[in-house]
């Protein structure tokens, strides 16, 4: 069985950085991309970025988050520089496969100003 897990998130003031991993358990096959949305509250998730054969970022993180996967551990990484309070959501590790969508369960960030 295929698990998302997602590090702990927490509180940190505006202009803080955080850094979320994912840890990805199970046997999987055809990976075709990693990634990270969140979803704020009475907002819809909203993708952050991914990493495939390249990285892709929001328009809204770009320059202050950087997406990095370790293959060994079966991790992917989330550093978050430069926090703004509309950053604050829960966090959601995303992985693709060819037949598949996976997803964790959530970490809330919340960036007080």
């Known amino acids: 069985q295929v698990q998302l897990v997602e590090s702990e998130g927490g509180l940190v003031q505006a202009g803080g950085s955080l850094r979320l991993s994912c840890l990805v358990s199970?046997?999987?096959?055809?990976?075709?991309?990693m990634g990270w949305y969140r979803q704020a509250p009475g907002e819809q998730r909203e993708f952050v970025t991914h990493i495939s054969s390249s990285t892709t970022y929001a328009d809204s993180v770009k320059g202050r988050f950087t997406i990095s996967r370790d293959n060994a551990k079966n991790t992917v990484y989330l550093q978050m520089n430069s926090l703004k309070p509309e950053d604050s959501a829960v966090y959601y590790c995303?992985?693709?496969?060819?037949?598949?969508?996976?997803w964790g369960r959530g970490t809330q960030v919340t960036v007080s100003s």
């Open positions: 995303n992985l693709r496969t060819l037949e598949r969508v996976y």
């Open positions: 199970g046997s999987i096959s055809s990976i075709t991309a």
